[in-house]
């Protein structure tokens, strides 16, 4: 897809969706899923990673809809949960289409995926390995490893994943316990900026199949995880150069045995399908001297703009006054949390004319908003989601 190209359908889902909001009215905040867009965002993703299979990350948006739509495409699933699965299967996911690549599982929750079908799990431990033997004998596992997030906007941390050598003994295990030791998993951090985020994973990837190939065990796959980003403000590197990136860099380590390979994207399906409509509550100033404004909208931390927190992420806003002289403002939260400001280091400059009732609209806010919004903090009910 051209640059240009993606920036026309970005300007059609916005057209829909406001459409849509012209016509509803709904009442404020609430989040529009524009499911065309989430239909051409796994088509392009397909299309950049043509050899690649794709698993929608769940969590990034959980609205039912979505996944049918994504179950229509021929897509397959990461969860992270019972509920999760039932979802999936719910809206017609075949059980073989599923990654269970939560590495942190009850035995309870292993066995009830395994009741359902589901026979590819992630671990990273060797409790899991050992519950996943029990619990979904004979069943495919993934050894998730630790690698560093550089370049990724949104890091994981170290909280997933285990060092190359014991991930190798893991895989190791996992063979002798009848499972089938499937290959290494891997995040490389959320919204990775650098195509060149997956290299050090794939190269970490390829050493363990090497070694374990030697010892006469066989694993066929590896699995990227998420992370390929969204245009939130920055421009980001097109999916084309993610793609030719990641083939370059199996190609380099793993060299005549390619093996199968899964991806886990969330953000960048659901993200630039979704756009929120807030209200402004309040303008205000702190002092007579005060340059900035403070804006509060009816939208915060505990709503669904979890990922402002640290201002990771710095979304794209549009207000309902566009047009006239702006000025630099704080925007926060309506909750009585202090810490419900949305950004007061990020410089966002909106119109000096806006007032309550004026539309704040936050663009490409399918991901990680509505799944994490709270559900009643300080009275304020979760994040509305209508699927267009
Ligand atoms: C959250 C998550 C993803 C999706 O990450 P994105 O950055 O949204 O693409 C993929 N895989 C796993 C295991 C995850 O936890």
Known sequence: MTESFAVDRRNEAEARIRRFLDQENPSTPCLVIDLETIRARYQAIRAALPSIDIFYAVKSNP??????????EGSHFDVASPAEIDLCLARGAEPSSISYSNPIKKAADIAYAYSRGVRMFVSDSEQDVRFVASHAPGSSVLLRILVHSKGSTYPFGNKFGCDAEMATDLLRLAHELGLVPLGVAFHAGS???????????IADA?????????????TTTVNLGGGLPVVYQESTPSLEAFGSAIEASIARHFGAARPKVMIEPGRAISAEAGMIRSSVVLVSRKSYSDERRWVYVDIG????????????????????RDGGPVGPI?????TCDADDVIYQHTRYDLPLDLRAGDHVDILHAGAYTSSYSSVCFNGFPPLATYCI
Do not use: C, H, M
């Open 63 to 72: 609205e039912s809809d979505v996944v049918a739509t994504l179950v229509a």
């Open 330 to 334: 704080v925007l926060a939260g309506p």
């Open 206 to 218: 390829a050493v363990i199949a090497a070694k374990l190939r030697a010892e006469g065990i066989e």
């Open 301 to 320: 931390r505990y709503q669904g703009l979890a990922e402002t927190e640290g201002e990771a992420i710095a979304y794209a806003l549009r207000t309902s």
């Open 191 to 201: 919204q990775q900026l650098s195509v060149e985020g997956w290299d050090s994973g």
